[in-house]
């Protein structure tokens, strides 16, 4: 059974940084493209991130490009999300998803599993 579980969100102010990670049962975890989507209350479920599985490839959305970094560790079968400099409007539920193909896709249904997410607040 495949499990994201996501950590480490929490309160910080804005232009503070956190870093989320996603520890996934997949397996093999290596063959898996890792995707990042948030959700703010009222509003959808939005993409975020995306890192590839082989060469690592990455993409972010236009909102969060020169301060979100998206890495991942095959070892560990886990990927993370280096947050820096927040802004109020990145406060949301953060997700990650997982789907077993090379391709990167900013589109929710592009991936079959998801965690449960970590609310990420943060103050002024």
């Known amino acids: 059974q495949v499990q994201l579980v996501e950590s480490g969100g929490g309160l910080v102010q804005a232009g503070g940084s956190l870093r989320l990670s996603c520890a996934a049962s997949?397996?093999?975890?290596?063959?898996?493209?890792i995707g990042w989507f948030r959700q703010a209350p009222g509003k959808d479920r939005e993409f975020v991130a995306v890192?590839?599985?082989?060469?690592?490839?990455?993409f972010y959305a236009d909102h969060v490009k020169g301060r979100f970094i998206i890495s991942r560790d095959n070892d560990k079968r886990e990927v993370y999300l280096q947050m820096n400099n927040l802004k109020p409007d990145d406060a949301a539920v953060y997700y990650c998803?997982?789907?077993?193909?090379?391709?990167?896709?900013?589109?929710?249904?592009?991936?079959?599993?998801w965690g449960q997410g970590t609310q990420v607040t943060v103050s002024l």
């Open positions: 997949v397996d093999p975890f290596s063959r898996y493209t």
């Open positions: 998803a997982a789907e077993r193909t090379i391709f990167g896709t900013t589109f929710r249904s592009g991936y079959d599993h």
């Open positions: 890192i590839t599985w082989g060469r690592s490839g990455t």
